[in-house]
């Protein structure tokens, strides 16, 4: 993946977070993690990267 591809994803989900309101941005954030772990099928690696996710946010 290029960096001109991360950077047309985070458009897309910025401009998707915008749309579905900030009430219900947290909604939509954990149905698409679902949808994007089912389409990875390997549940080490999503725990992986649920673990990396964490890493630098204040918890």
Known sequence: MTQTDVEA???ALA???DRVTPE????FLAKL????AH???DLDRVRALIESA????EV
């Not at 993690?33 to 994007?36: F, G, P, Y």
């Not at 964490?54 to 946010?57: N, P, T, V």
């Open 54 to 57: 964490e890493l630098g946010l």
């Open 9 to 11: 994803i985070y458009a």
């Open 33 to 36: 993690a679902l949808l994007m």
């Open 39 to 41: 389409e990875l099928d």
């Open 15 to 17: 401009e998707t977070i």
């Open 24 to 27: 219900k941005s947290e909604l």
